[in-house]
């Protein structure tokens, strides 16, 4: 479900589970924190790319086994994606997204974690999360588009399609050839690991546990598995 690949200091992680739009399960979601972070401590690495199989980068969460998760179940599962979110926002290397068709969710979530997020044309974002109550990335993503936007594109539901995305600094480059881009993209960099985190810590505060203590006073709210059902319901009554 997750493939890895190794060439000259860029290793490549690219989510494997086409048939379901690549969205994250709980060992998608482990396999990248683990790999992630083994890259973060491999000191000949300079990049880490993230990319998807198949039509779509990351379709979101994947809760196809909603029905016979708890409140508990689900709240460590978002524990553990925003750890994972958090482990790729403060890497001490350059770090990658490439997407094609959807990046929606904990997906655009991850997306907005990296450093440089180049899309396709066709690309989509969405952050539906609030809608059943869940404060996750958003401060992330404020860092990224501004406070307005932010809370206009997760309060609303709202999508924007790629040339949107890249216009207001959810995308740094908007590509019609990714591979090419990437090519070029993932040269090594002119600074070392440690420059590059004291750049980090100039231009980004820590709040990690801030981050986390949100999402998890969101969550915990009694109700959590009724409040997704009651929005996949309201989706689905829209489709």
């Known amino acids: 479900?997750?493939?890895?690949?190794?060439?000259?200091?860029?290793?490549?992680?690219t989510l494997?589970?086409?048939?379901?739009?690549?969205?994250l399960?709980?060992?998608?979601?482990?396999?990248?924190?683990?790999?992630v972070e083994e890259?973060?401590?491999?000191?000949?690495?300079?990049?880490?790319v993230l990319r998807g199989d198949g039509r779509n980068f990351c379709t979101g969460f994947d809760l196809s086994d909603l029905d016979a998760a708890s409140?508990?179940?689900?709240?460590?599962?978002?524990?553990?994606?925003?750890?994972?979110?958090?482990?790729?926002?403060?890497?001490?290397?350059?770090?990658?997204?490439v997407v094609t068709g959807r990046a929606w969710g904990?997906?655009?979530?991850?997306?907005?974690?990296?450093?440089?997020?180049a899309a396709t044309p066709g690309a989509s974002f969405r952050f539906p999360g609030a809608g059943f109550g869940l404060v996750l990335g958003t401060r992330r993503l404020a860092a990224r588009v501004g406070v307005d936007a932010a809370r206009r594109l997760v309060s609303e539901g709202?999508?924007?399609?790629?040339?949107?995305a890249c216009e207001r600094g959810l995308l740094t480059d908007l590509v019609d050839a990714p591979d090419r881009w990437l090519a070029s993209a993932s040269k090594p960099l002119p600074v070392d690991r440690a420059t590059l985190m004291q750049l980090h810590r100039a231009t980004r505060d820590d709040r990690r546990d801030e981050d986390l203590a949100a999402l998890v006073r969101s969550a915990a709210l009694p109700g959590?598995?009724?409040?997704?059902?009651?929005?996949?319901?309201?989706?689905?009554?829209a489709s």
């Open 71 to 97: 409140d508990g179940d689900l709240l460590h599962r978002f524990v553990r994606i925003e750890t994972l979110l958090a482990a790729l926002w403060h890497a001490p290397l350059r770090t990658v997204a």
């Open 16 to 23: 494997c589970r086409a048939e379901r739009g690549n969205a």
């Open 158 to 164: 709202l999508t924007w399609g790629a040339q949107e």
């Open 1 to 13: 479900m997750l493939q890895t690949h190794l060439e000259d200091g860029v290793r490549t992680l």
């Open 39 to 48: 890259a973060c401590a491999d000191r000949s690495l300079h990049t880490l």
């Open 25 to 35: 399960n709980p060992a998608l979601v482990d396999a990248l924190l683990e790999a």
């Open 106 to 117: 904990a997906g655009a979530d991850l997306m907005a974690a990296c450093d440089l997020r």
């Open 224 to 237: 959590l598995k009724q409040r997704i059902s009651a929005y996949r319901a309201r989706q689905s009554a």
